[in-house]
């Protein structure tokens, strides 16, 4: 697709963790974002090589077709209680009886 684009993100601090990432044009965000196995390498230089590499075989599934699922969209939010007037005791006493 022509509106995505793909980045390469480098800290200021050699510490922190790289990543790469698909940054969506149109609507100014990050769409999918990925830190697979470039951390684990502790030379600066060939960590930059690993991330070119995966640059280019990202932009590669770009044009045959793949569309990254949106990151924060695509997670379901955890279930939230419905009573949060009940103890731990009394939760674990009423599935207990539940039966």
């Not at 684990?40 to 930059?48: A, H, S, V």
Request: hydrophobic content about 30%; aromatic content about 12%.
């Amino acid at each position: 697709m022509k509106n995505l684009e793909v980045k390469i993100f480098i800290p200021s601090n050699p510490k922190d963790r790289w990543y790469i990432y698909v940054y969506d044009n149109v609507q100014k965000k990050i769409i999918h974002k990925t830190y697979k196995g470039i951390n684990t390498e502790p030379d600066l230089i060939r960590r930059q090589i690993i991330c070119e590499s995966f640059k280019k075989s990202l932009e590669n599934e770009l044009k045959s077709g793949w569309v990254p699922k949106q990151t924060r969209e695509s997670i379901s939010p955890l279930p939230q209680p419905y009573q949060f007037d009940m103890t731990i005791l009394e939760a674990y006493k009423k599935a207990i009886d539940f039966n």
